[in-house]
């Protein structure tokens, strides 16, 4: 039996509701061609290979890509043994990917940057994540949870909760529970367009020092004037501005 390594943050989904129901809100078709990483032992990928017509999977593990290379002969299914972080999603198609994954903690940040990379390859992608980091993508201003990468994901993509997973879904059981989400990619935006490039910088800026006032955590970038022109109170806090006002922030200095 493969046993997971702490080292790549490895916690198997056992549970074969949560499967189901994972299944389900992605609804994959003959039409769907599939990217999952980190695949583990195939709990989701035997789903995938049934249903979808093409599914790809990135496993850096050396006995679990090996293992996986069985299901190829059962379907339309290639493994890929490489480091998602290296990976270019470009050669596996013309047409757009679906991305699937159950994110080690240890590596969502990383991986959720490289997805922002190359969304344009993606038509949608569906993540699990340690329940604590899923809520920074989807949350609001106003809240502790609310973040960098929370502005960074909702300029790029409209995220949505879809269920909570209990931590004995998982083997090891990982001492937090997890959440399933949903991002969909907004047309026109790409990681490197200037606006989300201001946008990274900003936050950058702003988030650094959290518990200072935007008006002079940004002062070198814009004056308490030029927030007040977009009526954004310079008093506030980084976690009190809405992402529309970072993005109108972002606008303004372009």
Not at 106 to 112: A, D, G, L
Request: with cysteine; net charge negative; charged share 25%.
């Amino acid at each position: 039996m493969t046993k997971a390594k702490k080292s790549l943050g490895q916690n198997f989904l056992v549970d074969g509701k949560v499967i189901s129901e994972i299944i389900n809100h992605v609804n994959p078709d003959s039409s769907d061609i599939f990217l999952e990483i980190g695949p583990g032992k195939g709990a989701i990928t035997r789903e995938l290979i049934s249903k979808a017509g093409l599914t790809h999977a990135v496993e850096i593990d050396d006995i679990l890509s090996k293992e996986l290379s069985n299901f190829e002969d059962k379907g339309d299914f290639i493994v890929h043994h490489e480091d998602i972080l290296n990976f270019d999603p470009s050669k596996l198609s013309h047409r757009q990917i679906r991305l699937i994954g159950n994110l080690p903690y240890n590596i969502s940040t990383p991986i959720m940057f490289w997805s922002f990379k190359n969304i344009n390859f993606f038509e949608d992608m569906h993540f699990m994540f340690q329940k604590e980091f899923g809520e920074r993508l989807f949350a609001s201003n106003n809240s502790k949870n609310f973040g960098r990468l929370t502005v960074i994901t909702q300029y790029l993509t409209n995220p949505y909760y879809c269920f909570s997973i209990t931590s004995d879904s998982f083997s090891p059981e990982p001492k937090v529970d997890s959440v399933f989400l949903r991002l969909e990619p907004i047309e026109g935006r790409k990681y490197d367009d200037p606006i989300a490039v201001k946008l990274q910088e900003i936050t950058q800026i702003a988030f650094m020092h959290k518990r200072k006032m935007v008006g002079k955590s940004l002062e070198k970038v814009i004056s308490n004037y030029g927030l007040n022109e977009l009526d954004i109170d310079g008093r506030m806090r980084p976690e009190n501005i809405s992402v529309e006002d970072y993005i109108k922030i972002a606008e303004t200095l372009i």
